[in-house]
């Protein structure tokens, strides 16, 4: 029987995945020299930009396939707060000409990390429900 939660989970789960991996595929094809450079001028070491790659390639895939999705959705919070902090956080209390968050997108994706990982991926991924890291 379809419970609509599980259905909610599913939806949340593959929408945040998708989403998070098309900004990832971006990286693949552009390169990692913007946030190497970006790290750096923040005085961290540019080798941290693969992380990048984790954070937006293989935790997504992580998360559309129901994998370890608790985790994958932690990663990418993580990687969401690094991206406000180094990039967005000037944004932070903006709000724009159509009366949305400056950080919107930014915002809704962090929130919907956090809920993947308090939820976790319900019965419609490969890891299934009993998984405690799914």
Not at 16 to 27: M, Q
Not at 57 to 83: E, K, T
């Given at each position: 029987?379809?419970?609509?939660?599980?259905?909610?989970?599913?939806?949340?789960?593959?929408?945040?995945?998708?989403?998070?991996?098309?900004?990832?595929?971006?990286?693949?094809?552009?390169?990692?020299?913007?946030?190497?450079?970006?790290?750096?001028?923040?005085?961290?070491?540019?080798?941290?930009?693969?992380?990048?790659?984790?954070?937006?390639?293989?935790?997504?895939?992580?998360?559309?396939?129901?994998?370890?999705?608790?985790?994958?959705?932690?990663?990418?919070?993580?990687?969401?707060?690094?991206?406000?902090?180094?990039?967005?956080?000037?944004?932070?209390?903006?709000?724009?000409?159509?009366g949305g968050w400056g950080m919107e997108l930014e915002g809704l994706l962090l929130v919907a990390a956090i809920a993947v990982a308090l939820l976790g991926a319900g019965p419609f991924?490969?890891?299934?429900?009993?998984?405690?890291?799914?």
């Amino acid at each position: 029987m379809l419970r609509s939660e599980d259905a909610g989970k599913l939806v949340l789960r593959l929408g945040l995945g998708l989403i998070v991996l098309v900004h990832g595929i971006s990286k693949l094809s552009g390169g990692l020299g913007y946030i190497s450079g970006l790290l750096t001028s923040h005085g961290l070491p540019p080798a941290l930009a693969y992380l990048v790659y984790v954070g937006e390639i293989v935790a997504p895939l992580l998360l559309v396939l129901g994998l370890y999705s608790r985790a994958a959705a932690s990663i990418v919070a993580i990687n969401m707060i690094a991206a406000i902090g180094l990039v967005r956080h000037k944004d932070m209390f903006v709000i724009s000409k159509t009366g949305g968050w400056g950080m919107e997108l930014e915002g809704l994706l962090l929130v919907a990390a956090i809920a993947v990982a308090l939820l976790g991926a319900g019965p419609f991924s490969l890891g299934g429900s009993d998984n405690k890291l799914n």
